[in-house]
Structures are given as C-alpha cells and as structure tokens.
C-alpha cells in the first residue's frame, strides 16, 4: 500500500480510508458470491485433470471451496506502539495445477487493484456529487430566501428600520409645517375678518374699501387725481379749464381700473368683482389652500406615526429573514469550499497520485507443490506403524494370560518343571505357513495395485475419488497435492 503521492498540506485527496480497513472491505467484495463462481467458471478450476468428466459440485460447495482455497494476508501498517510500518499483502491460491495457481492468484491481485481504484475513484466521484447537488440546493434556496427578503422590503419600504431616523425628522418637520399652517390660517383669517370690517365701515362712510397697500398703481393714480380735484374745486369753479382736464383725466384712469378689474375675475353670475371681492376670495382661497395642506400634512403625520409604530415589527421579521439568509449563505460558501476540495480530491483519484495498491511481485508458477509435505508425512506414518506396533506387541504381551514358559506354570500351578521340550513342526505344516505367508504377500503387492488399476479405469480416477473421500473427511487440502503460488 503505497502512501499518497501528494502532501495533504497542499492537496488533500477526500478518500481517507484506512490502508487495513479499506484492503478489508477489497477483500470482501472479492469473496463475494458472484465473484468467486465467476472465477471458478472462467477458469475451470473444477474441471477434470484427467480427461473425464468434470466434477459435480454444487454453488455452495464451490464458494466454500474457494474462499478456503483464497489467502489474503495482511501486514504491517500502524501500530498503537512503535514505529509505522509498510503495509503488505499477501495473496495465494490453491490449486491442483501449479499454473492455475499462479493464474488465478494473479487474477485475484488484478481484481484487487480494480476494486481499489473502482473503490477510491467511486468514493471521490460520489463526494463530488453530493457537494455539486448540496451546491446547487443551497443556491437555490439563497436565491428563494433573498426573494422573500426583497418581497417583504418592497411590501414594507415606508416602514424599515433603516428609514426610521428619516422619518422621525419627517414627522418633525410636518408637526413644525403644520404649526405654521395654523398661524397662516389664523392670520388669513384675521385679515379676512379685518378687511370686511373695513368694507362695512367703508359703505357706512361712502369710500373705497380697498387699501391702500393692497391697490394696484392705477387705482391709486386714480385715488391721487380725486383728492387733487377734491382740493381744486374748493378753490377754482368746475367750469375752470385746469378743472375739466383733471375730470378728464379721472375719467379715463377710471375706465382704466374698470377694465383692469373687469379682467380679473367676473361674479359666477358674469358682472365684474370689485377689488373687495377679489381681495376677499383671494383669501378665501389661501384659506382653502392653507386647509388642503393642513390635511395633506395630518396625513402625513399620521402614515409616519404607522410607519414608525410597525417599524420594531418589521425589524424583528426582516432580522429573522436575514438571519436564515446569513446562515444559508454561511451554509453555501462552505458547500462551495468543500465542492473545490472535492474537485481535487477527484482529480488526484483519477490521476492515480492518491494512497493505491501497486504490485511488488507478481506470481509466479512454483516448481515443486507447497502442500502436503509427503516425505514428512512418510515419515511420520512409518515412524508412527513402528510405534503403534511396538505398542500393540507390548499390549498384546502384558495381556497374554497364557502358560508359555516354565516359570509360568510354577507361578500359575506351583509346580516346578525338571525339563522343556521344544516344539517341532512337520514338513506340511512348515509348508502351509509359507504357502499363506507368501500368498499374503503377493496378495499385497500384486493384487492392490491391479484393485487401484481396475477402479482408476473403469470406475473413477484415484485422485478424484480421494479427493471426494477427502472432501467427505474433511481432510480434502491434506490429500491432494495442490501447488501453491504466492505474491
């Protein structure tokens, strides 16, 4: 298990399996069911050796067969204590064949490095799948978020908290306007009151009503000419040439006034208004102005007095509002920070520069099977014969309760022997002992085999019948020479 190819303080893949934990979850995904009968079947491992007929066995039997056939060794790696160790694998097969040994287990070993890219790649493109879908919601909630923010802005502009300090100047000034407004009024009101107090008293006296200040330049030329004629005629006759030219010319400035009043303003019923009524609509009319603005301006007063009594309201929602935005925006740009870390992570996988699995050896065919060591066996069988039967003639003597010597009979009957005789064979007799003797043995070495040759011919080869008898023992791997290959 090679280390990543990258520093992790520069790029950092998003795979951080452990190398023991993630050569596990390998393994188990190549002992998988379907894995191994697959295996099995492109490789024939069950297949006859011989030219007979291939082996019957069922999937259950095959998939316990091979995963014990299957070595996957691990280690090295870290430890709680001590230096940090390489991490190693070993894998193995069994097989009755020396080169489908060394086939399959370099099978197994390209599966494992396609299962651990597949892996790594996978989990790299799935990280960066999930962060471009988590990009893309947080987005569009941002955006749907930000809506509602602006929606309610626009719904509640008058009433913000932002334009809160506006509008209390506002409402200081319209209640300072609407003061003046009211003294405005009331001065209109009084000059009103006045000038028609002054046209009373003037019809009462015969004069003009109009004052002075108030009239235009041709009334008071006109005014002028009448008391320059009031004070020549008590001095000069009316007949008096001075006098006439002055009436003349009162005459003609009084047309004059006349026609400048007439086109002014006439009466709703059409005749001309007189400078009284002209003067008292006027005002009249700013004191309708005067009452407009006074109403413009309590309305005004009145939607700021709403406004500012919402306003704490509408701080609270629109802090509410963009607080989630905040958080879901805090929520994005992580999102799109953790989507770029993916990204590299992706590109180191697929790269190939992340932690991976590299092959140091590959296997190889063996020359000379790894199991069952016969010679050892061997030796162990003849060692263990010569014991047992060691064992058994001591057995058999200490349980032989027989007279065969004379002491036996002086400790069994008390009596005491004075002579032995031995014990003499006849010629038959010496010719029947060898005549079995040597019909056992031949027996032995010539009929066994000839059994062994008529049923590995005509009933099934040997070593597939040991292999079934081993297999129904469960001694199967001992008694079958099965070569071994390792990397």
């Not at 064949?97 to 396609?114: C, G, K, P």
């Not at 009466?267 to 002209?278: E, V």
């Not at 925006?329 to 992580?334: E, F, G, L, V």
């Not at 016969?374 to 047992?388: E, F, H, K, Q, T």
Request: proline fraction near 4%; charged fraction near 20%.
């Amino acid at each position: 298990m090679e280390s990543e190819q990258i520093p992790d303080n520069l790029a950092a893949s998003t795979v951080q399996t452990e190398p023991t934990e993630q050569l596990e979850i390998v393994q188990q995904r190549i002992l998988t069911r379907a894995t191994l009968l697959d295996m099995a079947n492109r490789f024939d491992i069950y297949a006859s050796t011989t030219g007979g007929s291939a082996q019957r066995m069922d999937a259950d039997t095959i998939v316990d067969d091979m995963r014990k056939r299957i070595s996957i060794e691990t280690t090295g790696g870290n430890v709680p204590r001590g230096p940090a160790r390489a991490t190693l694998v070993a894998v193995s097969f069994q097989a009755s064949q020396a080169s489908l040994a060394a086939a399959v287990t370099n099978d197994l070993v390209t599966q494992i490095l396609r299962e651990d890219i597949s892996m790594r790649t996978g989990s790299a493109r799935q990280t960066l799948e999930f962060f471009e879908q988590e990009v893309s919601r947080l987005d569009t909630e941002l955006s749907t978020r930000g809506s509602a923010i602006l929606a309610f802005q626009e719904a509640n502009q008058e009433a913000l908290p932002d334009s809160l300090d506006f509008r209390r100047s506002q409402q200081t000034a319209n209640q300072e306007r609407l003061l003046q407004l009211n003294r405005d009024e009331a001065s209109l009101r009084d000059r009103r009151n006045s000038l028609v107090g002054l046209q009373e008293a003037a019809a009462a006296s015969g004069g003009s009503a109009t004052p002075v200040s108030e009239q235009t330049p041709e009334q008071k030329r006109l005014q002028d000419l009448r008391d320059q004629l009031s004070g020549l005629l008590a001095v000069l006759s009316p007949e008096n040439p001075k006098i006439r030219i002055l009436q003349t010319q009162i005459d003609s400035l009084a047309s004059v006034v006349d026609a400048q009043q007439a086109r002014v303003s006439v009466a709703q019923d059409g005749s001309p208004l007189s400078s009284y009524d002209l003067q008292l609509a006027e005002i009249d009319a700013q004191i309708d102005f005067l009452a407009s603005q006074k109403a413009q301006v309590e309305k005004s007063l009145a939607d700021l007095k709403t406004s500012i009594e919402a306003t704490p309201g509408n701080a609270i929602t629109l802090d509410t509002l963009q607080r989630d935005y905040a958080n879901v925006r805090t929520q994005y740009d992580q999102a799109v920070a953790n989507k770029a870390r993916a990204e590299t992570g992706d590109v180191i996988e697929t790269l190939a520069k992340g932690q991976r699995i590299s092959v140091i050896e590959q296997a190889v065919v063996p020359s000379e099977p790894e199991q069952p060591n016969r010679p050892l066996i061997a030796a162990a069988g003849v060692g263990g014969g010569i014991v047992l039967g060691i064992a058994m003639v001591i057995l058999l003597e200490v349980l032989n309760k027989g007279i065969r010597r004379p002491g036996d009979l002086t400790q069994a009957l008390g009596i005491t022997t004075f002579a032995t005789l031995p014990y003499f064979r006849t010629r038959e007799e010496i010719w029947r002992r060898r005549a079995i003797i040597y019909g056992v043995l031949g027996t032995l070495l010539v009929g066994i085999p000839l059994a062994l040759w008529a049923v590995d011919v005509y009933y099934m080869p040997l070593d597939l019948l040991i292999s079934r008898l081993g297999a129904r023992i469960g001694l199967a791997s001992l008694l079958s020479a099965t070569p071994l290959a390792l990397v």
